[in-house]
């Protein structure tokens, strides 16, 4: 839909606007009483949150590169309808393509408490429909506010189950890798893909980076917290319809072979993303829905 008609139809005062934002890509503008977000079409990526009087809380690469059809460096890239490679096809795209396609605005509206609703919906195409043969329905809500809630939903409209692998990868960020600590998943077990070990391993306390970390978290429901020590505050993430969790930073050699973090970008995020990947993907019977639900928030550390 061309802007102006996006404009005329959700756009709402103090709210929301539609822009052109980086590369061309069709943005939507949010600044409302709580907070200002900015989210791309372009796989209905949600690039910013900022509560007013606060530190941005998601990371965006200063070196991220807007482009049609690629997927943005930082954010909340939404992995869909697989997590990782492909199972049995590598040339398909990593994290399946949910976030470098299009998706079309269903509706927005101004909540009574001063937030501001959105909701997008996945276009399917004849290359999305090759890519993933099941007759679905992919919506996304996110609620912009003091807290940030988002609810990706997948609905099976067709007559057979079909089995998805997901994930909200989001980067947030932090003052400095050195100053921070995960918890939350104390003593569950994880699959250490950047250790290379095939075996499960359990963690026993936080989660302190030091080096490339990339870890998936089996059967991982409970709250996570990002304890900031340089920013003195601590980044909640409640979620629900989520059995992983991801934690990953790239370290310096990784994330300079991406071209997109920048020199020491990856000292100023890290990676939690609520997802359900492994043995942990999720089968959608005919006619139900599934929902992965997030919701960010600040608190004050002591
Ligand atoms: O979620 C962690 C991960 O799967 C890593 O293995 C890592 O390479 C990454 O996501 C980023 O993937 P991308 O395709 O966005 O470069």
């Given at each position: 839909m061309p802007l102006a008609d996006l404009n005329q139809r959700y756009a709402i005062a103090n709210h929301v606007q539609f822009k052109v934002g980086e590369g061309g890509l069709s943005v939507a503008e949010i600044s409302n009483a709580h907070a200002s977000s900015r989210i791309a079409l372009q796989g209905a990526h949600l690039m910013t949150w900022q509560p007013h009087g606060?530190?941005?809380?998601i990371w965006l690469s200063k070196f991220a590169k807007f482009a049609p059809g690629k997927s943005i460096r930082g954010g909340v890239p939404i992995c869909w309808p697989?997590?990782?490679?492909h199972a049995t096809d590598g040339k398909l795209p990593g994290h399946g393509f949910a976030r470098t396609v299009m998706w079309e605005v269903l509706g927005t509206k101004a909540m009574p408490d001063g937030g501001t609703f959105l909701r997008f919906g996945l276009v399917e195409t004849d290359a999305t429909r090759a890519q993933w043969p099941h007759p679905c329905s992919v919506q996304i809500d996110f609620t912009i506010g003091k807290t940030l809630n988002i609810d990706l939903v997948t609905r099976n409209i067709g007559t057979h189950p079909f089995t998805l692998g997901e994930a909200l990868h989001t980067y947030f960020h932090i003052?400095?890798?050195?100053q921070m600590t995960i918890r939350g998943l104390e003593n569950c077990e994880y699959m250490d893909k950047a250790g290379g070990a095939s075996e499960l391993k359990k963690q026993l306390d936080g989660i302190k980076i030091e080096s490339e970390v990339d870890r998936v978290y089996l059967n991982s429901t409970s709250d996570c917290i990002i304890k900031d020590r340089g920013l003195q505050r601590i980044i909640r993430i409640a979620k629900h319809g989520s059995h992983s969790t991801v934690v990953w930073n790239p370290w310096t050699e990784k994330a300079d072979k991406m071209?997109?973090?920048?020199?020491?970008?990856?000292?100023?995020m890290v990676c939690v993303e609520s997802a359900n990947a492994l043995d942990n993907t999720v089968t959608v019977e005919p006619g139900a829905s599934h929902h992965l639900v997030v919701a960010y928030s600040l608190e004050a550390m002591d």
């Open positions: 606060q530190e941005p809380v697989w997590f990782g490679p003052s400095d890798v050195g071209g997109d973090f920048g020199p020491e970008g990856h000292r100023g």
